[in-house]
């Protein structure tokens, strides 16, 4: 009764999790310069991290394993935004923001 | 389904290869290296190497990156454009590449359980396991019992390494080689930002809990003493990023750490002495105690501990040895 | 299908093999050579893991006791665990020493040439 | 499913690495590797339940935890030669 149910539930989040995913990959050769490519990447991992892993763990159910699903999940959910704030911030700093701002991403957004 | 996603990996591994030789910037270089030893190491985990695919990346992937940097930041950071001897060099490769490419068609298929490399000790490794030493990974059972004497080598191969490179690197720079960056000493490391701060000193135990489940969890699940000896070392890596190397030095101090690299080495030694006081043969574990499975589980877990000591401790000393040199 | 999954991870080893030489033949950067240097080993390492790999079998890794299972060679996985430690202890030395040229010579590139000579 | 995940994050990978080939400037590169680290642990993790080989999860993890030490240390770097060397650019 339940195992279907969970089944299909684990499938639409991977599924989910993994279009997520490869939109991501798209947006990171598709956009035009560094800060859009982040947007595009960034987002896309941390949710579609979260819907992989978390689909996963419905398979598992409730072991060993899914204790470390969800370690695993919690530090990518905390690490992915700080590498991203800090190559955000690293780009600035050198510099690289002016001449993207104006004349490309502004257009685009 | 498995194979194919190995063949995938390893082409992008060819054409990362091929990208980090043609690469211009050095940086570039180091960084797709990364990137190789990440693509390498998911290849080795679909050949069932766990153990060896989570030192590759623990190792390769993420101590090395860091030492390349190190390094980089005390050399030049793009490659000058040179002339090169490509005609010999294109002719020597051809002609190698041929060879060996004729060998493989000797080889046995991937995967042949008949190739001769399966037939010879593989299978007395196992059974011998099963009834001797008792703990289900058969890598950490040959890595400490039945192949003690190499490990017991590569142990004090790599604090070999250590001592040179402190011999090389671990005094002060020599005068007038002062570089403009010792000033200023706010900006290392990535103190002011406090996110990266909050999140890392977060991580770090985190890192080091799970260094030491490797570490003594190695005889059940993939790890052993030299994964965890570099998960330890990453912790205080990461640690030394952020805070800045003078701190780290101060949470770990380098005569620990040599005293950490000689003392794990020391311990994997005094083991076998030990065993031969009792009676036995060097590394003979079988004497430490009346039960021999216990007796060979009590001296895997003493000779893990003494390499993950030693791996940890030359790790670090290394990075400080960069570090150091970096504000010299 | 299957020549190619049979033969390829050796083909992978001999590419990446030569890669890796070809770069330590043809950059005159130190560095560089390191790098070339750590690719032509992993080609071996990819080399030992291949060989080890027994179709079906698993990671000789026992689980719930099931001694029974197929399993992939775990000596030349044990052989790689420990040359990968010892690999990155000798590029650290191979660094060291790079750090020192560049102390001496003010240059990693080209040490061979004569104006390298001060 | 558990197949086309792997496929869509192996596929994944590959862009990710035509971005870190391609990347006009450093920091390009940077966000490949991390994202290219991030499809890696998810691949692992897949690839664990794939083989049904629990244990694997452990690698997955690993690479987590790598992964973020790795980019840490390429902006330190970059903040450090921003430093030492303020006249050169990003590239």
Redesign the interface.
Same mark, same amino acid.
């Given at each position: 009764m339940m195992a279907p149910l969970l089944d299909v539930i684990?499938?639409v989040m991977?599924?989910g999790?993994?279009?997520f995913?490869?939109i991501?990959?798209?947006g990171?050769?598709r956009m035009p310069d560094?800060y859009t490519?982040?947007h595009a990447?960034s987002l896309t991992?941390t949710l579609?991290?979260l819907l992989?892993?978390g689909?996963?763990m419905v398979?598992?159910g409730f072991?060993?394993?899914t204790l470390?699903?969800i370690?695993?999940t919690l530090?990518?959910l905390f690490?992915?935004p700080v590498?991203?704030y800090?190559?955000a911030n690293?780009?600035l700093?050198?510099?690289?923001e002016p001449k993207l701002a104006d004349d490309e991403s502004e257009n685009e957004s | 389904?498995?194979e194919i996603?190995s063949i995938? *990996?390893l082409c992008?591994t060819v054409?990362?290869a091929v990208?980090v030789i043609r690469a211009r910037?050095l940086? +570039?270089a180091v960084? $797709?290296m990364?990137?190789f030893s990440?693509?390498m190491?998911?290849a080795f985990? *679909?050949l069932d190497a766990?153990d060896v695919?989570?030192t590759e990346?623990?190792v390769g992937?993420?101590i090395s +990156?860091?030492l390349m $940097?190190s390094a980089?930041?005390l050399t030049a950071?793009k490659e000058r454009v040179e002339h090169v001897r490509f005609g010999v060099a294109v002719i020597v490769c051809t002609v190698l590449a041929g060879a060996i490419f004729y060998a493989t068609f000797d080889k046995p298929p991937l995967g042949d359980p008949n190739a001769p490399v399966h037939q010879h000790v593989a299978p007395e490794f196992f059974s011998i396991t099963r009834e001797e030493i008792g703990i289900p990974n058969v890598v950490t059972a040959i890595l400490g019992s039945f192949r003690g004497y190499d490990t017991l080598g590569e142990v004090i191969v790599v604090l070999t390494a250590g001592i040179g490179v402190l011999f090389l690197i671990g005094g002060t720079a020599p005068m007038g080689q002062v570089?403009?960056?010792s000033g200023?000493q706010t900006?290392?490391?990535?103190r002011h930002h406090q996110p990266?701060r909050v999140i890392?000193k977060w991580?770090i135990p985190?890192?080091m809990i799970?260094a030491f489940y490797?570490q003594f969890h190695g005889e059940y699940?993939?790890?052993g003493g030299f994964?965890a000896g570099a998960?330890f070392a990453?912790a205080i890596?990461?640690y030394g990023?952020?805070e800045g190397h003078r701190r780290s030095v101060q949470v770990i101090p380098p005569a620990v750490l040599r005293a950490m690299a000689a003392g794990g080495a020391l311990l994997y030694g005094a083991v076998g002495v030990v065993t031969m006081l009792m009676g036995g043969n060097f590394l003979e574990y079988r004497v430490l105690h009346e039960n021999s499975t216990t007796a060979q589980q009590m001296g895997i877990i003493l000779i893990e501990a003494g390499v993950g000591i030693t791996v940890a401790g030359v790790l670090l000393a290394i990075f400080h040895a960069f570090a150091a040199r970096?504000r010299a | 299908m299957s020549a190619l999954t049979d033969l390829f991870h050796y083909w992978v080893f001999v590419v990446l093999l030569m890669i890796g030489f070809y770069g330590v033949m043809t950059r005159s950067n130190l560095m560089k050579k390191l790098l070339g240097l750590s690719i032509f080993q992993s080609a071996v390492f990819l080399l030992f893991i291949s060989m080890g790999k027994v179709e079906g079998g698993?990671?000789p890794?026992v689980?719930d006791g099931n001694w029974d299972a197929t399993f992939s060679n775990p000596l030349p996985q044990v052989l790689i665990l420990t040359a990968i430690v010892v690999g990155i202890s000798t590029l650290a030395l191979g660094l060291a020493l790079v750090v020192r040229i560049k102390e001496a010579y003010g240059r990693i590139d080209d040490i061979d040439a004569p104006e390298a000579e001060s | 499913?558990?197949?086309?995940?792997?496929?869509?994050?192996?596929?994944?990978?590959?862009?990710?690495?035509?971005?870190?080939?391609l990347g006009p400037?450093?920091?390009?590169?940077?966000?490949?590797?991390?994202?290219?680290?991030?499809?890696?642990?998810?691949?692992?993790?897949?690839?664990a339940?794939?083989?049904d080989?629990?244990?694997?999860?452990?690698?997955?993890?690993?690479?987590?935890?790598?992964?973020?030490?790795?980019?840490?240390?390429?902006?330190?770097?970059?903040?450090?030669?921003?430093?030492?060397r303020p006249e050169?650019?990003?590239?």
């Open positions: 684990s499938w991977l599924v999790g993994a279009a995913v490869f991501g990959g798209v990171a050769i560094l490519r982040m990447t991992d579609g991290s992989i892993l689909g996963l398979q598992a072991s060993l394993m470390k699903l370690a695993v530090f990518l690490t992915n590498s991203a800090a190559l690293a780009a700093l050198s510099g690289l | 389904m498995i996603l995938f *990996l992008l054409i990362t990208a910037s940086f +570039t960084m $797709l990364g990137i990440l693509l190491a998911a985990l *679909l766990a695919a989570l990346a623990a992937a993420g +990156t860091v $940097l980089l930041a950071s570089s403009p960056s200023d900006i290392r490391g990535l990266l890392a991580a985190f890192i799970f490797v699940s993939p790890g994964q998960l990453a890596i990461l990023l952020i970096d | 698993t990671a890794i689980l | 499913m558990l197949i086309a995940a792997a496929a869509a994050i192996a596929v994944t990978m590959a862009l990710a690495l035509v971005r870190a080939l400037t450093v920091y390009d590169r940077v966000l490949a590797m991390n994202m290219l680290g991030t499809k890696t642990v998810l691949l692992l993790a897949v690839v339940f794939l083989m080989r629990p244990d694997f999860l452990d690698m997955s993890l690993a690479y987590a935890l790598i992964n973020f030490i790795g980019v840490l240390a390429v902006l330190e770097f970059f903040y450090a030669r921003e430093v030492r050169e650019d990003g590239r």
